[in-house]
C-alpha cells in the first residue's frame, strides 16, 4: 500500500502503523500522484485499489468566501480526487481496480456556513457517477461513502466550537451534534475504513456507482418532524 498527502509527520505514522509506504505530496497535482502511482507500480506491480480521501476547508458562507478560500476547497476536495483518479486510471484498467472516493454527509445536504466543502463534496457525487458511468464497462468499479460525524482531529476542532457555543465539552458536544440521529452517536475512523475495504474488494461486486451514507441514518430524519418525538397516534402531514 503507498499512501501520500501533504504532512509527513502523519503519513510517517500511519505508515508505522500500518507497513505502507509513505510518499508525501499533494493529490491535487498530477506530478505529485503520478510519482505515487509510479512507486505502486515498482513495489507492487500495479495498482488494484485506489481510495480518494483528502478534504477539510475553513468554514464560511458565500459573501465571506473570497476567490482564494473558494480555490482552496475545491481543490483540496475536489481536484485532489479528480487528479488522483485520472493519473490513476490507467494502470486500473490494466487490473480492473476499484476506485473508493471518501465523500461526506454534507455531499448529500448543506451545514451551515461551508459553502466551498459542500459545493465541493456534492461535486465528488458526481465524479463518482461520472466515472462509473464511463469506466465500469472497461471493468473498473467506482463507488463513494460519505460519512457523517467520526471522531478525528479534523471533526474534533469542530465539536470544540460546537462546545464552546453550548457550554459542554468535546464528548457532550459529539453527544448534541447527533442527538437526533437514529443510532444516538458519531462514528469512528476504523468504522468508515471497513466500509471502504468492503467497496474495494470484490465483496461488493455488482455495486457500481453506489454512494453508501455511513451517517448511524441522520439523513432518513424528517426534520419537520421532530417536534412530534414522543407525541403518539398523531400523523405527520
Request: hydrophobic fraction near 50%; proline fraction near 6%.
Amino acid at each position: 500500500m503507498v499512501i501520500t498527502g501533504r504532512r509527513p509527520a502523519p503519513l510517517e505514522a500511519v505508515a508505522a502503523a500500518t507497513g505502507a509506504v509513505a510518499l508525501a505530496g499533494d493529490a491535487g497535482s498530477a506530478a505529485d500522484v503520478a510519482a505515487a502511482v509510479a512507486v505502486a507500480s515498482e513495489r507492487f506491480g500495479g495498482l488494484d485499489v485506489v481510495v480518494a480521501n483528502a478534504g477539510g476547508s475553513p468554514p464560511s458562507p458565500v459573501l465571506e468566501t473570497d476567490d482564494a478560500a473558494w480555490q482552496a476547497a475545491l481543490h483540496g476536495n475536489l481536484t485532489t480526487a479528480f487528479v488522483t483518479c485520472r493519473e490513476s486510471l490507467p494502470s486500473l484498467l490494466e487490473r480492473q481496480g476499484a476506485i473508493v472516493i471518501v465523500s461526506s454527509l454534507a455531499g448529500h445536504f448543506a451545514g451551515p456556513g461551508v459553502v466551498g466543502y459542500t459545493t465541493a463534496k456534492h461535486a465528488l457525487v458526481g465524479l463518482t457517477k461520472s466515472m462509473a458511468r464511463d469506466y465500469g464497462p472497461r471493468g473498473v468499479r467506482v463507488n463513494a461513502v460519505s460519512p457523517a460525524w467520526v471522531r478525528t482531529p479534523m471533526a474534533d476542532r469542530a465539536m470544540e466550537a460546537v462546545g464552546n457555543l453550548h457550554g459542554v465539552d468535546r464528548d457532550g458536544a459529539y453527544a448534541l451534534a447527533t442527538s437526533q440521529v437514529p443510532l444516538r452517536r458519531h462514528g469512528e475512523p476504523e468504522e468508515v475504513a471497513t466500509i471502504c475495504l468492503f467497496l474495494a474488494t470484490p465483496d461488493s461486486a455488482l455495486l457500481m456507482g453506489a454512494v453508501l451514507i455511513a451517517d448511524g441514518g441522520a439523513h432518513i430524519v424528517d426534520l419537520p418532524t421532530l417536534a412530534l418525538d414522543g407525541a403518539r397516534g398523531v400523523q405527520a402531514y
